[in-house]
């Protein structure tokens, strides 16, 4: 199909770790994105990933890229309160950010 | 960090008359810009690529009489909503690409209610 899926919600505790899972449809995106919305306000880019690499860590994020499967995911750990937000995967296509319908992430203290 | 802003943030109009929002990037050159549409718990939906002197391109579905694109500056675009109804009530947000790496910043977004 054409569309890039996300589970919609996901709830965890304060401590624990967080993982975000995508699959994306176009196996020649270059690069794969993870963005971050907080209510009320615009898209902030956490981070992203070259369609040739299989993980990158930065800080508290790791992404894990199973390109076979066109699977992604974003593991967050030690989450926080903060951390609470809308998560949306995208693939980039023909120059286009086609994006995920969103992770809701709920962390309760 | 590269920084995108829209104007305005927020913005009610009454059924029928026109409205124009802004996205400007502040601290480099775009030229191209995307308009995004978002309703509520919703994905982001593209609308149209901006490109700076040329007429955009709309994607499919999306009515370019309707919402009028005008990127004049490598710094600034412009969408206005014309005749708006309610059903044109969203989240409207903007993105640019910076000219020197093609990467994408996105504006705070504009939420249009229409009465």
């Known amino acids: 199909g054409e569309d890039v899926e996300q589970s919609l919600f996901l709830s965890v505790r304060e401590g624990d770790s967080s993982v975000i899972n995508c699959t994306y449809t176009d196996s020649s995106s270059t690069y794969l994105y993870w963005y971050k919305q907080e209510p009320g306000a615009g898209l902030q880019l956490l981070t992203y990933i070259f369609s040739n690499m299989d993980m990158k860590q930065d800080q508290r994020l790791t992404v894990l890229l199973n390109k076979k499967d066109k699977h992604l995911s974003l593991r967050i750990a030690d989450t926080q309160t903060g951390d609470s937000a809308i998560y949306f995967c995208a693939e980039s296509r023909w120059g286009k950010l086609i994006f995920g319908q969103g992770t809701e992430l709920s962390v309760k203290p | 960090g590269a920084v995108v802003s829209q104007h305005p943030s927020r913005v009610i109009c009454k059924s029928g008359t026109s409205v124009k929002i802004e996205c400007r990037s502040l601290?480099?050159?775009?030229?191209?810009m995307f308009w995004y549409r978002q309703f509520p718990k919703q994905s982001l939906m593209l609308m149209a690529t901006?490109?700076?002197?040329?007429?955009?391109?709309?994607e499919q579905g999306v009515e370019k009489d309707k919402f009028l694109i005008n990127h004049a500056s490598l710094t600034l675009s412009t969408l206005t909503v014309t005749s708006a109804h309610p059903e044109d009530s969203s989240f409207y947000i903007c993105s640019a690409a910076d000219r020197a790496s093609s990467e994408q910043y996105f504006g705070p977004g504009t939420r249009l209610t229409v009465t």
């Open positions: 601290d480099f050159q775009a030229t191209t």
């Open positions: 901006s490109n700076e002197g040329s007429k955009a391109t709309y």
